[in-house]
């Protein structure tokens, strides 16, 4: 059968010449990141569409859809912190992978080509973080996206298309999140896969750069056993850590996007506080432009045109004193920047509390635990939890609506009227052209009576009564009940 295969296809003697590639200098754990980095990738595209499955990507049901994945997929909350702690751990790896590949000289001749594809796969994780952010709707996904898109806007010429792009629109709303939904499962991992393929065959065509040191090393290495049980070794370990982080310390849900929301401290995701660090530090005005776009853009840049900036013929780091100095003063200034940005953060979080309180995932309060066969029930349906599970989805979390297709149950005077009629309504449903308030609504309301238990009617009636500044009488079973 392997001889069978191999004339079809080549694929045992590919693999062959693969696994028994010569290492200069041996194998060793420096060389660990890339490969970790790669299983990481991985990792996130089958978090990635599993999540896919169950997330809807509008203004209306993001943060919905979102909330169901914590509380009524199976594993859900483990797979959704699954996916933001491997995006962060494939966040740090590959800059790892990128600084050493920096100490070593292993961006020298004739590596420029892979030296600069591997920056653009560095930039490209971060474009997939950053899309990814907004994806929940939540808060700080809102507030957060609308301050890095404002700080995008701010690039001359250019900014006001990129912020338009970006928004596909004047403002966020559900052609932002389409739009970012589009950019992070769709064109950028397309973009990593393919430039990851191009990475790896140039590594192929060009071989292992070896230590850092002048003359060639005269002990030899083989990729397979050697290189390939450290890879597994740290990738495990890597694995392991993205998981226990996961289970205890699962990723929050804050509640869901509103831009009237008052007094909310955004904040960006870790990786981005050096710059947030540097746009806090620089004055109003023209120094602003220079922390937002003059700095990032020169520091991208750099490291592009570093193969060809740095003329230095030697890859000994010894002997490279000036890019070792300037190497380690722009990790620490990255570093200070981040802790800074942090400590601000966090000292006007703790001065303005609003809208940090989790609904689910670390902070959350915890569930209500489920009774035990036999034992006595408090009390009947949540009637939040009916709504958040069956009407949400139209009629927003906070009761909102969506213009033109459904109506505001808040500050609705049907919906605080005559019970009887709320209860007709939602039992049978409702069709056809209404006005709500002076304007006008055309969707079309499923009827309920089938779906939902009396006592869960009268849980979510009395729910959306006493909602959102509605102030009227609950409803009761025996009242759902008697309705016709």
Not at 218 to 226: A, H, I, S
Not at 389 to 418: E, I, K, R, T, Y
Not at 455 to 466: F, L
Request: hydrophobic share 50%; aromatic share 12%.
């Amino acid at each position: 059968m392997i001889t069978w295969i191999e004339q079809r296809t080549g694929l045992i003697s590919a693999l062959k010449d693969f696994l028994t590639e010569e290492i200069p200098g041996g194998a060793s754990y420096f060389y660990v990141f890339g490969a970790t980095t790669l299983i990481l990738l991985t990792m996130q595209v089958i978090t990635g569409i599993f999540l896919t499955f169950y997330y809807s990507p509008s203004a209306v049901t993001a943060w919905e859809s979102t909330k169901f994945i914590y509380e009524n997929v199976t594993l859900g909350q483990f797979m959704i912190s699954m996916h933001d702690w491997g995006a962060s751990a494939m966040i740090i790896l590959i800059t790892v992978h990128l600084l050493q590949v920096l100490v070593f000289g292993a961006y020298k001749r004739p590596r420029e080509i892979q030296w600069v594809v591997g920056v653009c796969l560095f930039f490209f994780t971060l474009v997939l973080g950053f899309t990814g952010y907004l994806l929940p709707w939540d808060l700080n996904a809102y507030y957060a996206t609308q301050v890095g898109i404002n700080i995008a806007a701010t690039v001359p010429i250019v900014g006001p298309y990129i912020a338009s792009f970006l928004n596909d629109g004047s403002t966020l709303g559900t052609l932002t999140v389409s739009r970012f939904f589009g950019i992070h499962v769709w064109l950028t991992p397309a973009l990593l896969i393919g430039l990851v393929g191009l990475h790896l065959y140039i590594f192929r065509h060009n071989g292992p750069a070896g230590p850092a040191v002048e003359d060639h090393p005269k002990t030899v290495g083989r990729f397979y056993p050697d290189q390939i049980f450290m890879d597994t070794i740290v990738a495990f370990i890597a694995f392991l850590v993205v998981v226990a982080l996961a289970v205890y310390m699962p990723t929050p849900l804050l509640p869901k996007a509103d831009p009237n929301y008052g007094g909310f401290i955004p904040a960006p995701a870790w990786y981005f506080y050096s710059l947030y660090g540097i746009l806090r530090l620089a004055p109003a005005g023209v120094l602003t432009l220079v922390a937002t776009v003059v700095l990032p853009g020169v520091f991208s840049l750099v490291l592009f045109l570093l193969p060809w900036i740095d003329r230095n013929p030697s890859r000994a780091i010894a002997k490279r004193p000036f890019m070792m100095g300037v190497t380690a003063i722009t990790l620490i200034s990255i570093i200070a920047l981040s802790i800074y940005a942090g400590k601000q953060i966090d000292k006007e979080r703790q001065a303005s509390p609003a809208g940090l309180t989790p609904v689910a995932g670390t902070g959350a309060a915890p569930a209500t635990p489920t009774p035990q066969p036999g034992a006595t029930v408090a009390s009947g349906p949540d009637g939040a939890k009916v709504f958040a599970s069956n009407c949400a989805s139209c009629h927003g979390a906070s009761g909102q609506g969506l213009p033109g297709s459904f109506p505001p149950l808040a500050g609705n005077p049907f919906v605080v009227g005559d019970p009887a009629k709320v209860i007709a309504t939602v039992d049978n449903g409702m069709h056809g052209a209404i006005t709500v308030n002076g304007a006008a609504y055309n969707g079309q309301m499923p009827a309920w009576k089938g779906t939902l238990k009396p006592d869960e009617i009268a849980a979510v009636i009395t729910y959306i009564r006493t909602s959102w500044g509605n102030k009227a009488s609950p409803v009761k079973v025996e009242q759902v009940k008697a309705s016709k």
